[in-house]
């Protein structure tokens, strides 16, 4: 087996994990029951504290890390012409099925240009946040060098706390220095490294910086709720809840990268296989289960008063392994390959 096989493999074992992360934290989220979801008490369940911590922003490292592989072998143009094809496409046939089903189903309408936006964003809000980002990044990464890149990406940073939200750009701006964090990382990979002690060492820093971080959490300070532009509220509140998003984030994220490294050598193959495997499939997982969810566990798991962890578990488990087998199915087609997964 070659190194960049090996690489690949375990690329997707990361994107497995993240994948799992995902599922177990909307079914969380999903199959408490109808006042558990509505009241949004599952932001105050420790489990799901921890995973909405860290999870996205895993994914989005990793998304960065992965576009940079990308960057390095496409001009601007071909950059493009693979984002519109690989993400653009998908986005807008699976956020137009999505709008039938859930006119169908709920009599959803749009009755103005702000909804159809809000709509279209933000169904699918991570996808466009992994488009706008690699957009930003090979822009200034391919017209600019050295301390420039810098000092754009520091004015960048700066503008988004006084810019609107709207569209899901709060999401957008969150995740950007993970995005960028995952794309640099790939590039100076080999100025990054540290011996196994140091790596150690850190691990154990940030395990007790994730430990106080967990007891300073509070419901404001999810981006689902208070969101991340200062403009018209408290520039002193949200700065501190942006700032403290980053520092869990990141710092999940290294907890999460090294814990996943040491148990990359330890599961046996099987294992390792089956979570490559959803790794290759976790845009089609991301997708189906996001439907699965909100159109049948959702209402299929109404009645329930409150969380049941088995039940939370069997759901994940059938939900990875159900999308996982759809997506499979679907990619059998090159068209509906193509044009549904990009691929």
């Known amino acids: 087996?070659?190194?960049?096989?090996?690489?690949?493999?375990?690329?997707?074992?990361?994107?497995?994990?993240?994948?799992?992360?995902?599922?177990?934290?909307?079914?969380?989220?999903?199959?408490?029951?109808?006042?558990?979801?509505?009241?949004?008490?599952?932001?105050?369940?420790?489990?799901?504290?921890?995973?909405?911590?860290?999870?996205?922003?895993?994914?989005?490292?990793?998304?960065?890390?992965?576009?940079?592989?990308?960057?390095?072998?496409?001009?601007?143009?071909?950059?493009i012409k693979n984002r519109i094809r690989t993400l653009l496409v998908?986005?807008?046939?699976?956020?137009?099925?999505?709008?039938?089903?859930?006119?169908?189903?709920?009599?959803?309408?749009?009755?103005?240009?702000?909804?159809?936006?809000?709509?279209?964003?933000g169904t699918f809000w991570f996808l466009w946040s992994v488009l706008v980002c690699s957009l930003i990044v090979m822009l200034v990464d391919k017209t600019t060098k050295g301390k420039l890149s810098f000092v754009i990406y520091c004015i960048i940073f700066a503008l988004s706390f006084i810019s609107l939200d709207q569209y899901s750009f709060h999401m957008h701006k969150y995740m950007f220095p993970f995005f960028l964090a995952g794309y640099y990382t790939n590039k100076y990979e080999n100025t990054l490294k540290v011996s196994k002690?140091?790596?150690?060492?850190?691990?154990?820093?940030?395990?007790?910086?994730?430990?106080?971080?967990?007891?300073?959490?509070?419901?404001?300070?999810?981006?689902?709720?208070?969101?991340?532009?200062?403009?018209?509220?408290?520039?002193?509140?949200?700065?501190?809840?942006?700032?403290?998003?980053?520092?869990?984030?990141?710092?999940?994220?290294?907890?999460?990268?090294?814990?996943?490294?040491?148990?990359?050598?330890?599961?046996?193959d099987s294992i390792k296989h089956w979570i490559s495997d959803m790794g290759k499939n976790s845009?089609?997982?991301?997708i189906i289960s996001n439907f699965l969810f909100i159109f049948l566990i959702k209402r299929l798991f109404a009645p329930l008063q409150g969380l049941n962890y088995c039940v939370v578990g069997i759901v994940s488990i059938i939900m990875l392994l159900l999308c996982n087998v759809i997506t499979q199915q679907i990619k059998k087609s090159k068209i509906c390959s193509v044009l549904l997964f990009g691929r």
């Open 1 to 79: 087996m070659t190194k960049h096989t090996v690489r690949n493999n375990y690329l997707d074992f990361l994107k497995g994990f993240a994948i799992i992360f995902v599922v177990l934290g909307h079914s969380i989220q999903l199959t408490g029951g109808i006042e558990f979801a509505n009241y949004l008490l599952f932001f105050y369940n420790p489990l799901f504290i921890i995973i909405y911590s860290f999870h996205m922003p895993l994914f989005m490292l990793i998304s960065g890390y992965l576009f940079s592989f990308t960057s390095k072998k496409r001009n601007i143009g071909s950059i």
């Open 90 to 121: 998908p986005i807008t046939i699976w956020t137009l099925i999505w709008f039938t089903i859930d006119h169908y189903l709920n009599g959803k309408m749009l009755l103005s240009l702000n909804e159809v936006l809000e709509y279209f964003t």
């Open 197 to 268: 002690r140091v790596e150690a060492i850190l691990a154990c820093i940030c395990l007790i910086v994730f430990g106080f971080l967990f007891k300073m959490y509070t419901i404001d300070t999810s981006i689902y709720i208070s969101m991340f532009s200062i403009l018209g509220r408290s520039a002193e509140t949200i700065i501190y809840y942006d700032m403290y998003r980053y520092a869990i984030g990141f710092v999940g994220c290294f907890l999460a990268l090294f814990a996943l490294k040491h148990i990359y050598k330890w599961v046996p």
């Open 283 to 286: 845009l089609g997982i991301y």
